[in-house]
T-cell receptor
Framework: GAVVSQHPSRVICKSGTSVKIECRSL??????MFWYRQFPKQSLMLMAT?????????EQGVEKDKFLINHASLTLSTLTVTSAHPEDSSFYIC???????????FGSGTRLTVV | DAKTTQPPSMDCAEGRAANLPCNHS???????VYWYRQIHSQGPQYIIH???NNETNEMASLIITEDRKSSTLILPHATLRDTAVYYC???????????????FGGGTRVLVKP
């Protein structure tokens, strides 16, 4: 089955630094990748949609200059949280879909803690 | 807009069937019903999806009413490892086109008890 690998699984960083999260589709080509954020005891909130080779589409209220998304290849998308603040602490999850695959596969998530 | 309504929580006994309802009264003709679950601190896991016929796989069964306005996910023999939040999502048939996104509602928090 389709597998999506997300790395790192957890990261702690200092306020003001940047953190990069990687999302890789291991056995299929992901034409589209999605990034979600989840706060404790809440549902997943879609942050942005990225298509390979083009700029990401951000949901309303999500700052594109703060959450940089790159989808340079069909198997890799990255989310960079720039100038992180404690309120950015959250669980970040990526998902991938493909025109040849009837479903969405999710990564295992990244727990970001900003101190 | 999640377009689905689920009870916020339910308990079920280990070894018994768990029936999880979902209302999607505004579903349109080209929309599938998807079920995912999320075990604590993990990414969502695909369970099953269907359009109008009932579906069954190794994890669960999906029963969709004839008018497609509601569905039920059935876990035939719940185990403690089935404790999770279960999400019912409707999404367009055009899933195979790039960019069609999944929107999550609140889900049902299922607790399987010994």
């Amino acid at each position: 089955g389709a597998v999506v690998s997300q790395h790192p699984s957890r990261v702690i960083c200092k306020s003001g630094t940047s953190v990069k999260i990687e999302c890789r589709s291991l056995d299929f080509q992901a034409t589209t990748m999605f990034w979600y954020r989840q706060f404790p005891k809440q549902s997943l909130m879609l942050m942005a949609t990225s298509n390979e080779g083009s700029k990401a589409t951000y949901e309303q209220g999500v700052e594109k200059d703060k959450f940089l998304i790159n989808h340079a290849s069909l198997t890799l998308s990255t989310l960079t949280v720039t100038s992180a603040h404690p309120e950015d602490s959250s669980f970040y999850i990526c998902s991938a879909s493909s025109t040849g695959y009837d479903g969405y596969t999710f990564g295992s998530g990244t727990r970001l803690t900003v101190v | 807009d999640a377009k689905t309504t689920q009870p916020p929580s339910m308990d079920c006994a280990e070894g018994r069937a768990a029936n999880l309802p979902c209302n999607h009264s505004t579903i349109s003709g080209n929309e599938y019903v998807y079920w995912y679950r999320q075990i604590h601190s993990q990414g969502p896991q695909y369970i099953i999806h269907g359009l109008k016929n009932n579906e069954t796989n190794e994890m669960a069964s999906l029963i969709i009413t004839e008018d497609r306005k509601s569905s039920t996910l059935i876990l035939p023999h719940a185990t403690l490892r089935d404790t999770a939040v279960y999400y019912c999502i409707v999404n367009s048939l055009m899933i195979k086109a790039a960019g069609n996104k999944l929107t999550f509602g609140g889900g049902t928090r299922v607790l399987v008890k010994p």
